[in-house]
């Protein structure tokens, strides 16, 4: 078993580093993706915000796209809006 043992931790330092490899590999897509915050009260770095005109019919919550107040809705208070 002694004579196992190098080439065991070859392997797993293989491993190790393959492992390590794609994590980073990734992160490094996880953080394309992501949008970059800008600094306070510069708005986003992806283009103006939208307003929340939006409100809830049964809360005070304000949403900026209909799927979003759609899913409050059935997610909160149990069911969906019906289109007008």
């Known amino acids: 078993m002694a004579t196992n043992l190098p080439r065991m931790l070859r392997s797993l330092l293989k491993a190790k580093h393959a492992a390590a490899t794609q994590e980073l590999h990734f992160l490094k897509e996880i953080a394309e993706r992501i949008p970059v915050a800008a600094a306070p009260g510069r708005g986003t770095s992806t283009g ?25 809705l059935s997610a909160t208070h149990g069911r969906k809006m019906r289109r007008a």
Not at 52 to 71: E, I, N
């Open 48 to 72: 103006p915000a939208r307003r929340r005109t939006l409100k809830c019919p049964r809360c005070s919550r304000k949403f900026a796209r209909p799927v979003h107040l759609g899913r409050h």
